[in-house]
């Protein structure tokens, strides 16, 4: 079965960049891999998503390795407002495949 | 405007009980979707509607049935509701199915069951 692995949490300092690992090794072909972040007390919110390319919009950066087993979502200066819980996401028309989340916490 | 609504937003109930959650969306997508998220926030899909046709049903307690009386809504109604039920419900819509396709939530339905 599809699923995805991710580091319970990680810390970063405010203003610096933030690396945020996912796994999917056994991602199929035509899966997408979606990020999205959950503050406290509300509903997830959209990151970013990429298929095969890196891809960069303006909240963060998607880096996909060559092979799609795994990618890493880019923070390139995080603040205290981007402290959330970051989940990755393996998409398909009936397929929707939830990370754990890493709890990320950013000290000031 | 509200993008996806739900009501209520708590509900605190009794074990044995029915009730029902809503979900609106404002947004004209074709798509939506009941996430269930636990205490150690886990998130997982419970259904998806396209066209109001159920597309992902998975494997959930059959006290669990949503409705989708037009593409905008998307109700989910809980029998004899238990204990493990207690849990943020969160309602989501997207354009259409396709995997590039953005998910847009609601601001969750907190249960809790007594």
């Known amino acids: 079965d599809a699923k995805t692995t991710q580091p319970n949490s990680m810390e970063s300092n405010e203003e610096e960049p933030v690396h945020l690992p996912c796994n999917h090794s056994?991602?199929?072909?035509?899966?997408?891999i979606h990020w999205y972040r959950q503050l406290p007390s509300q509903g997830p919110e959209y990151v970013i998503h990429?298929?095969?390319?890196?891809v960069n919009n303006r909240m963060a950066s998607l880096a996909i390795a060559e092979d799609r087993k795994s990618s890493t979502l880019i923070l390139h200066r995080a603040t205290l407002r981007d402290a959330a819980v970051y989940y990755c996401i393996l998409r398909a028309p009936t397929l929707l495949i939830w990370g754990a989340g890493t709890k990320l916490i950013i000290k000031p | 405007d509200t993008a996806v609504s739900q009501t209520p937003k708590y509900l605190v109930t009794q074990m044995g009980n029915d009730k029902s959650i809503k979900c609106e969306q404002n947004?004209?997508?074709?798509?939506m979707y009941w996430y269930k998220q636990d205490s150690k926030k886990f998130l997982k899909i419970m259904f998806s509607y396209n066209n109001k046709e159920l597309i992902i049903n998975e494997t959930v307690p059959n006290r669990f049935s949503p409705k989708s009386p037009d593409k905008a809504h998307l109700n989910l109604h809980i029998n004899s509701l238990e204990l493990g039920d207690s849990a943020v419900y969160f309602c989501?819509?997207?354009?259409?199915?396709?995997?590039?396709?953005?998910?847009?939530f609601g601001p969750g339905t907190r249960l809790l069951v007594l």
């Open positions: 947004l004209g997508h074709d798509t």
């Open positions: 989501a819509s997207s354009h259409g199915l396709a995997g590039v396709e953005t998910q847009y």
């Open positions: 056994t991602i199929s072909g035509t899966d997408y």
């Open positions: 990429g298929l095969t390319s890196n």
